[in-house]
């Protein structure tokens, strides 16, 4: 069965960078399906950040551009989320999801991890 | 972007009664629509993809339907466990979600 975990620091401070890995089992990262990273604000309104393709390509929101990287560890079939410059604004909780190569919904989610942005 | 518009933030229902969730797209999303179920301290569920096209598991009381901007969920029969909020997203061009729909019970 496909599984997402992901992990990280639950406190950040602003202006800091917020590292986060999406840990896959039961599927390869580097078949068929693209990884992305979605985050839920406090009030509930979902954004999707970007995604890492089976191939390396990525693919990131164009409100994130500056600030955001997508990378993976394939011996690892993890794959990882760096957010700069975090302001209070990127408060949220992070999840990672996979869905199938091309313009397709997500199927599977990680369960998600709380993130603040305080000092 | 494309903006993702549900309607109605809450609805409260009854245990039994047929709900419809609406969610009306800033243009033309050629049914590239899908619904996700998210229940508290969980990550949304897929429900239906393609905007009528029905996830493995998911109960046959789920439906969708509609067209160009305008899309719906229905739920015939409504039970405990579809209390819930609910999302719509269109993956036409990139990703964005409407702002939830929530589900109580009167």
């Known amino acids: 069965d496909v599984q997402l975990q992901e992990s990280g620091p639950g406190l950040v401070k602003p202006s800091q960078s917020l590292s986060l890995t999406c840990t896959v089992t039961?599927?390869?990262?580097?078949?068929?399906?693209?990884w992305n990273w979605i985050r839920q604000f406090p009030g509930n309104k979902l954004e999707w950040m970007g995604y890492i393709s089976y191939s390396g390509s990525t693919s990131y929101n164009p409100s994130l551009k500056s600030r955001i990287s997508i990378t993976r560890d394939t011996s690892k079939n993890q794959f990882f989320l760096q957010l700069n410059s975090v302001t209070t604004e990127d408060t949220a909780t992070y999840y990672c999801?996979?869905?199938?190569?091309?313009?397709?919904?997500?199927?599977?989610w990680g369960q998600g991890t709380s993130v603040t942005v305080s000092s | 972007d494309i903006q993702m518009t549900q309607s109605s933030s809450s609805f409260s229902v009854s245990l039994g009664d047929r709900v419809t969730i609406t969610c009306k797209a800033s243009e033309d999303i050629y049914n590239r629509l899908a619904w996700y179920q998210q229940k508290p301290g969980n990550a949304p569920r897929l429900l239906i993809s393609g905007a009528t096209s029905l996830e493995t598991g998911v109960p046959s009381r789920f439906s969708g339907s509609g067209s160009g901007k305008d899309y719906t969920l229905s739920i015939t029969s409504l039970q405990t466990e579809d209390v819930a909020t609910y999302y719509c997203?269109?993956?036409?061009?990139?990703?964005?979600f409407g702002g939830g729909t929530k589900l109580e019970i009167k």
């Open positions: 039961g599927y390869s990262i580097t078949s068929d399906y693209a």
């Open positions: 999801a996979r869905h199938y190569v091309g313009y397709y919904a997500m199927d599977y």
């Open positions: 997203q269109q993956y036409w061009s990139t990703w964005t």
